[in-house]
């Protein structure tokens, strides 16, 4: 079994508030109705984790999981049923990045969260793969060709810290009308898969590998695991 254990840590709203930096972590980005919780669920064998950012009027914060952490029942400080664990030999941390879907926030609020949102991709020094969500059914929003300009703008400069990858994940696969009457369900439409690559294009973020998933068919499961695992073997 890949995963043995997941567990939330902590809401982190800037740099000192992200956990130490102890593990490699992965990083999901995406607006909100993606399918984000669905595919870390799917990914780590969980019913629902609670996804504390999409209680309305929560501040946006970025949420850490850690995936396979041993239970220290000493340390005693309970997550709903969860109790937080410690450091094993694969634990990483899958950390919930909110999307840029805010448009009731205080610009103020939006430029803090920005800033923070580029100092995290920037200088997290155990970062190892940014996965961006990408509807499968309707391609990149204006949402999405934000997202990719901001990573664009981060990925291989020099002040880059971390050699963090850039993956596309595209969701609901199973929802693309092509692919749902296709044999081949890893093939998504064609004016999808060109209008992804435009924004790819226009927003310099390279040639990012592209994965197709489901969390309802459990698609693409085992090619993001290719990826948890540069975050888990250390
Ligand atoms: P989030 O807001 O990004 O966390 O999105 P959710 O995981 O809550 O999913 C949003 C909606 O899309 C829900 O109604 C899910 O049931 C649906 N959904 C998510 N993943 C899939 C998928 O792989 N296939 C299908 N058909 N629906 C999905």
């Known amino acids: 079994a890949l995963v043995r254990r997941t567990c939330f840590v902590t809401g982190a709203v800037g740099m000192d508030g992200c956990p130490e930096a102890d593990r490699g972590e992965v990083a999901f980005i995406g607006r909100s109705n993606v399918g984000k919780s669905s595919l870390v669920n799917m990914l780590t064998n969980r019913k629902s984790l609670a996804f504390i950012s999409k209680t309305p009027g929560k ?7 850690a995936v396979n952490d041993k239970p220290d029942l000493a340390r005693q400080i309970r997550y709903g049923d969860e109790v937080l664990g410690s ?7 899958i950390v919930d990045l909110p999307g840029f879907g805010f448009a009731k926030v205080p610009q103020k609020q939006r430029q803090e969260w920005s800033d923070f949102m580029d100092e995290y991709l920037t200088t997290r020094e155990t970062l190892r793969v940014i996965f961006h969500l990408v509807d499968a059914r309707i391609g990149p929003t204006e949402e999405d060709a934000k997202i990719m300009h901001k990573v664009g703008a981060i990925i291989g400069s020099k002040q880059q810290r971390n050699h963090a990858k850039y993956v596309i994940i595209l969701t609901k696969a199973d929802k693309n009308v092509k692919s749902a ?21 226009a927003n310099k973020v390279g040639y990012a590998p592209i994965v197709v998933t ?4 459990r698609l693409g499961r085992d090619e993001v695991w290719r990826y948890l695992r540069l975050a888990a073997e250390q």
């Open 59 to 65: 501040t946006q914060q970025f949420n850490y999981f």
């Open 214 to 217: 489901s969390a309802e068919t």
């Open 87 to 93: 450091k094993d030999r694969d634990s990483f941390y």
């Open 181 to 201: 009457s296709s044999k081949n369900p890893g093939k998504v439409s064609e004016s999808v898969r060109n209008k992804l690559c435009e924004t790819m294009k």
